[in-house]
């Protein structure tokens, strides 16, 4: 039993490590078609498409990993969530796909691209909200009878689902501004600038409001954030997050390149670790732990092996890219 455990454990770090690997490297890029009304029509969001080009497709690797990942080391979670979010799944597997499309199609075809700039923010918009109302309804509890889902089909959609959908807006903006303004230089960087300080600005306010709801939410959330003992750890999420989100400002106004997008990917992975405080060990607030939702023992063993095998091939080629188009973007980009 304590091999299972553990295992079990293990598994839940995979899953946990996929989705963080998903939310940041896709983030920035949701976050770039997220602000694209507000880059320069031309030169701006060409070079701006540019600064993603190398990479955006294979940023969706990890959604299959920690989608795939769930469903084989956690089924009963799988089979539970996705009844409970099924339009939102939808709403943003469809953005996903418009978005990628109107990346292609806007360089085929000059007359046309208005409507695939507004397609490409279109989806980026729907499928980045669509992520934050998944959260969101995890997060609220998810009704269950007799290990299947039992609420209605529109469950999902509440204030508080509302609430984390935009909070994921936001903190996508800010992603993407600051890889705008890592990658790009000029009037482009200038502009990502503003925008990655209006947009850390919104970010903050609302990652504040999801955490002082989120204490009225469930009372199994409030006694992880207030109770003793816990309180004397989990009140390290929240003062580190003042200290990263100070820097960032204080790296913004300097017109520091690099550190802006470091300093994002930390308020992340604080977000990421504040989940983890709320809902732990649950995988389906407020009751279904992940030992009660794993897969049978052997089948962890049998799949842990591919992901031993798979998992650094993918960290592997996913840096070579990276490594490969590293450096700013120039005024002609790699189109």
Not at 11 to 20: D, E, G, N, Q, R
Not at 119 to 141: N, P, R, T, Y
Not at 235 to 252: E, G, K, R
Request: glycine fraction near 10%; aromatic fraction near 14%; hydrophobic fraction near 55%.
């Amino acid at each position: 039993m304590s091999g299972s455990i553990d295992l079990t454990t293990i598994w839940a770090f995979i899953i946990a490590f996929a989705v963080f690997a998903y939310v940041v490297m896709d983030g920035f890029d949701l976050g770039i078609g997220i602000l694209f009304p507000a880059v320069t029509v031309g030169h701006g969001r060409n070079r701006a498409m540019n600064a993603i080009a190398p990479v955006w497709d294979g940023n969706e690797t990890w959604l299959v990993l920690g989608g795939g990942g769930l469903m084989a080391a956690f089924p009963l979670a799988y089979a539970v969530i996705l009844p409970a979010t099924y339009p939102l799944i939808i709403a943003m597997l469809l953005g996903l796909v418009f978005r990628g499309v109107a990346f292609e199609f806007r360089w085929r075809d000059e007359a046309h691209r208005p409507f695939w700039d507004l397609a490409f923010f279109g989806g980026s918009l729907v499928a980045a909200m669509s992520q934050g109302m998944i959260l969101g309804a995890l997060l609220q509890g998810i009704e269950v009878a007799d290990r299947a889902y039992s609420g209605s089909w529109w469950d999902w959609l509440t204030p508080y689902t509302l609430l984390t959908g935009l909070g994921t807006v936001a903190a996508y903006a800010l992603l993407g501004a600051c890889w705008l303004i890592w990658k790009l230089s000029g009037d482009v960087q200038e502009n990502a600038y503003r925008l990655a300080t209006r947009a850390a600005v919104a970010t903050l306010v609302l990652m504040a409001a999801v955490s002082a709801y989120n204490l009225v939410l469930l009372d199994q959330y409030r006694h992880r954030w207030l109770e003793l003992p816990n309180i004397l750890f989990a009140s390290q999420v929240p003062l580190l997050t003042a200290i990263v989100a100070a820097t960032l400002f204080w790296a913004l106004k300097r017109r520091r390149e690099l550190a802006p997008f470091l300093l994002a990917l930390a308020l992340f992975l604080l977000g990421m670790a504040g989940l983890g405080v709320t809902i732990w060990p649950n995988v389906v607030p407020p009751a279904i732990s992940i030992w009660e939702a794993a897969a049978p023992h052997r089948s962890q063993v049998f799949m842990l092996v591919g992901v031993a095998i798979t998992l650094p091939l993918i960290i592997g080629y996913t840096g070579w890219a990276y490594w490969v188009f590293r450096g700013k973007v120039g005024t002609e980009g790699y189109h």
